[in-house]
């Protein structure tokens, strides 16, 4: 069973340079979000998706994009890396309400020198 | 908006004891849930256990239990016959109405368990 799954697991960007983290999951959820979790801290919400083609900003939005063309995929897009997007990134999915748990991919750690 | 408060920065307990990591909450949604995540060294997010507001008995699953007090705003994590595997960052955290039924979760900061032999 693969869930949700997540590539890169590491990854370090120059100042000024972009990337995409991938995130895809296989369980045919509506619902997929983007976390980010800083050193010693719990996770944020960076942005979200309800559905293909739907997707709205999350509290930290800034400096990342997102895309979601298919049920399947929900890729975070940075722009311009800053040393302050150095973190963990977490794509997660629901297939509703959160009565149970989300599901998590396991991580993209960002290092941004 | 939700806010999920963890007062013990770390927690060092020996093997095979009973440990209550503590989480209160702040909401004024009647209907709310709560969750516990155990984050151990490798980085992955694992889901623990979970209690709806309205549920009229506290959660267990297996060795976890949710000490759930509503009128207090406690929603304390109880590890009983803790284990050395049980070392981890653990989380509480609440989830918060977005648009169109999506759901986040808003989590507190965490709190370091160390189990010692």
């Known amino acids: 069973n693969a869930g949700v799954t997540q590539t890169p697991k590491f990854r370090i960007l120059k100042i000024g340079q972009s990337m995409t983290l991938q995130c895809t999951q296989d369980?045919?959820?509506?619902?997929m979000y983007w976390y980010r979790q800083d050193p010693g801290m719990g996770l944020k919400l960076i942005y979200y998706?309800?559905?293909?083609?739907?997707?709205d900003k999350g509290e930290v939005p800034n400096g990342y994009n997102v895309s979601r063309s298919t049920t399947e995929d929900f890729p975070l897009r940075l722009e311009l890396a800053a040393p302050s997007q150095t973190s963990v990134y977490f794509c997660?999915?629901?297939?509703?309400?959160?009565?149970?748990?989300?599901?998590f991919g396991q991580g993209t750690r960002l290092t941004v020198v | 908006a939700q806010k999920i408060t963890q007062t013990q920065p770390g927690m060092f307990v020996q093997e095979k004891e009973a440990v209550t990591l503590d989480c209160t909450y702040d909401?004024?949604?009647?209907?709310?849930?709560l969750f516990w995540y155990k984050q151990p060294s490798s980085g992955e997010m694992i889901f623990l256990i979970y209690?709806?507001?309205?549920?009229?008995q506290n959660a267990t699953e297996g060795r976890y239990s949710l000490n759930f007090q509503k009128a207090r705003k406690s929603a304390n994590l109880v590890i009983s016959a803790s284990q050395l595997g049980d070392s981890a960052m653990y989380f509480c955290?609440?989830?918060?109405?977005?648009?169109?039924?999506?759901?986040?979760?808003?989590f507190g900061q965490g709190t370091r368990l160390t189990i010692n032999p």
């Open positions: 997660a999915s629901s297939p509703g309400r959160l009565n149970t748990e989300a599901f």
């Open positions: 209690q709806g507001s309205y549920d009229q």
């Open positions: 998706s309800v559905g293909a083609g739907i997707t």
């Open positions: 909401t004024s949604d009647p209907s709310y849930g």
């Open positions: 369980m045919n959820h509506n619902y």
């Open positions: 955290a609440m989830r918060e109405d977005l648009i169109q039924g999506a759901q986040k979760l808003v």
